[in-house]
Each structure stands twice: as structure tokens, then as C-alpha cells.
């Protein structure tokens, strides 16, 4: 029979299955399931699967403790923009926006520290991609995610956002300095 012609008999689900398809279908089958153990099995022994915590909560919310800590820990402005450069105490909480088209403020952290990274979105959904760490997370308007992280070598990182987010998505560019 082909897929081309319209089928010779009424009934043409009722065939026996070709050795061929059946084996075809088995391989699908143990992909998948192989797929599938390989979620929770990666995200306990992988180095890739993130363990976040999300909150709720607002664009005005989050963008008030992104300011405190701006005011508070600032160091320098860089790029034509003027985008504060904030060196928080090691420990400390330190919050990250995602706006269009932009990652606000520039983060300088230290080497062997674990902070709280707080990230949230005030507009748009974006992606965090940092590179070349290769660390992603959805960014979303609404939510506040929260890694742990602990920088493990000294350098510049650069963000950059990895959801489309309209006409300035591709120079939606940030850093993250490891001192
Ligand atoms: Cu923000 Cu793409």
C-alpha cells in the first residue's frame, strides 16, 4: 500500500504490524523512557540542572530592592549608558533585572563566594544566558528566581538574553565581573 493512493481495504488499521515498525517503535519507546530518567537523574548528578527558588512578585517590588542595592554598593558606571558597576558584600543577597533591552546593573562578585542571585523581569520574558558558563534561566515579569551561586574562576562573564524579546533583542548584553 502506498500513502499515496487512498487505502485498498475499509479497514486498513486492522493489519498486522511490519517487523520493521514494530522495531521502530520499540527504539522510540526506550528513547523516551531513557529520556525521561535522565531528568531526575541529571538534575542530582549533572553540573547543568539548576536547584532554583521562585517567589512571587511584582515589576515595582523588585525593582525598589534592585535600586536599594544600587545605591548601596555601587563602585563605578561603565558603557555609554552609565550602568552602575555594584560590588555587594561576599554573602550577600544580589538582584539582577531584565528589562528592554537591557541587564541592570553590572555585578561585581568575588571568586569563591556563594551569593543569592535574585533575578526578575520587568517588562518582557528574558533569558539569562551566561556565557561561558553556559548558565540559563527563563526571566519572567512577575517572578523572582533565586540561585546560589559561588563564581569558582576569576573573569568577565557576559549575559545575554536567549528568549526573543523583540526589535533590541540581540543587543540585550550584561556582565558579570569575578574578581
Ligand atoms: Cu531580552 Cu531577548
Redesign the pocket.
Not at 124 to 127: C, K, P
Not at 161 to 166: F, H, I, K, L
Given at each position: 500500500m502506498s500513502s499515496l493512493q487512498p487505502p485498498a481495504e475499509r479497514i486498513w488499521w486492522k493489519e498486522p504490524i511490519e517487523g520493521v515498525e514494530l522495531f521502530w517503535v520499540a527504539i522510540a519507546l526506550v528513547w523516551a523512557i531513557v529520556m525521561f530518567i535522565m531528568m531526575p537523574y541529571w538534575h542530582v548528578y549533572g553540573k547543568q540542572n539548576l536547584s532554583n527558588e521562585a517567589y512571587r512578585t511584582t515589576p515595582e517590588q523588585y525593582g525598589k530592592k534592585v535600586q536599594a542595592m544600587v545605591e548601596q554598593y555601587t563602585v563605578r558606571k561603565e558603557t555609554a549608558q552609565e550602568i552602575p558597576v555594584v560590588h555587594p558584600p561576599a554573602g550577600a543577597d544580589v538582584y539582577l533585572l531584565?528589562r528592554?533591552?537591557q541587564w541592570y546593573p553590572i555585578l561585581e562578585l568575588e571568586q569563591g563566594k556563594t551569593y543569592r542571585l535574585h533575578l526578575s523581569s520587568m517588562d518582557?520574558?528574558?533569558?539569562f544566558s551566561l556565557q561561558p558558563e553556559n548558565i540559563n534561566m527563563q526571566?519572567i515579569p512577575g517572578y523572582e528566581m533565586v540561585l546560589k551561586i559561588t563564581p569558582n574562576k576569576p573573569g568577565d562573564n557576559t549575559i545575554v538574553?536567549?528568549?526573543?524579546?523583540?526589535i533590541?533583542?540581540?543587543t540585550?548584553t550584561g556582565k558579570i565581573y569575578i574578581k
Open positions: 531584565a528592554l533591552w518582557w520574558q528574558h533569558g526571566v538574553c536567549n528568549e526573543y524579546c523583540g533590541g533583542h540581540h540585550m
